[in-house]
């Protein structure tokens, strides 16, 4: 599955974005995907944000992003979104999603099926 991210921007503190994710399928449904995202900010390693099982039963989050974002898909247009209220500086980073058939890989960075490019999110204090 191919994936474009979209949506980063320049916010202030306590301000809002909404990032989305358009997916590109071959072969399997885009319906049958765990999707998510992560995150690498400047000097640090990538981490995982949020993932949303293919099925919109289970989520996850980070701990540092609980009650803040929230992780949503459409699957009739292909798209992931990431809600992200309450925004901090130390949210600063380039975002990525990810795509992966399973919602345990889909929360691993060095085992995730497919990446999107990155969108910045930069949080002004």
């Known amino acids: 599955v191919q994936l474009q991210a979209s949506g980063g921007g320049l916010v202030q503190a306590g301000g809002s974005l909404r990032l989305s994710c358009a997916a590109s399928v071959r072969t399997f449904s885009f319906s049958s995907y765990a999707v998510g995202w992560f995150r690498q900010a400047p000097g640090k390693e990538r981490e995982f944000v949020a993932a949303l099982s293919y099925n919109e039963y289970s989520t996850w989050y980070a701990e540092s992003v609980k009650g803040r974002f929230t992780i949503s898909r459409d699957n009739a247009k292909n798209i992931v979104y990431l809600q992200m209220n309450n925004l901090k500086p130390e949210d600063t980073a380039v975002y990525f999603c990810?795509?992966?058939?399973?919602?345990?890989?889909?929360?691993?960075?060095?085992?995730?099926?497919?990446w999107g490019q990155g969108t910045l999110v930069t949080v002004s204090s």
């Open positions: 990810v795509a992966d058939r399973s919602e345990v890989d889909v929360r691993v960075s060095g085992r995730v099926e497919s």
